[in-house]
């Protein structure tokens, strides 16, 4: 019996040291290195409109909005984990520090961005792109633009309008009336 399992070992060993090794194997395209150039195409058009959409898993999807929308309600109280107790309580570590609250802003803003990106290079025609498809997405991302602001302005109060696409790094100072 022994010697059957070390012959099967001797030549499982064998085939691995003997196969051909599979040079192209990790030879890949990195699709995370986009150009803007990109969302001028259909795919990419569409790509854009989808990646809209994942604001809505990330805020409705986890425990982010529960955290900062329903503790302290009769739905959902202060929670089995004890992390974000505080939140239920209304106590002075409910600020911009805190995980959620940073989450929720930046998700937001992200695909605001995107709807812009998505608004703003719809202004031409995008080869192979039914004109009729193309006005139904720059809905959706006008659609979803609002509704991320309006989740926004109900947590932050008022917070800065962007209606064009931002390509580069911009600082904007809130005046507060």
């Not at 150039?37 to 986890?62: N, P, Q």
Request: with cysteine; glycine share 6%.
């Amino acid at each position: 019996m022994k010697k059957v399992h070390v012959i099967k070992l001797i030549s499982f060993a064998m085939v691995l040291f003997l196969a051909p090794a599979c040079e192209d194997l990790l030879d890949e395209v990195p699709v995370t290195q986009v150009s803007g150039l990109y969302l001028d195409t259909k795919s990419g058009f569409e790509d854009a409109v989808k990646a809209t959409y994942t604001t809505l898993r990330d805020y409705y999807g986890r425990e982010t909005a529960m955290t900062m929308t329903v503790f302290g309600t009769d739905t959902y109280t202060m929670g089995a984990d004890g992390s974000y107790k505080f939140v239920n309580q209304y106590t002075s570590q409910m600020d911009g520090r805190l995980g959620p609250t940073n989450d929720i802003w930046n998700f937001f803003y992200r695909a605001i961005n995107t709807a812009n990106a998505v608004i703003d290079r719809a202004t031409v025609t995008i080869p192979g792109l039914d004109p009729n498809i193309q006005k139904i997405r720059v809905a959706e991302a006008k659609f979803l633009r609002a509704h991320d602001y309006f989740i926004l302005v109900q947590m932050f109060g008022p917070i800065h309008l962007t209606l064009k696409e931002n390509k580069e790094v911009q600082k904007q100072q809130l005046v507060l009336p």
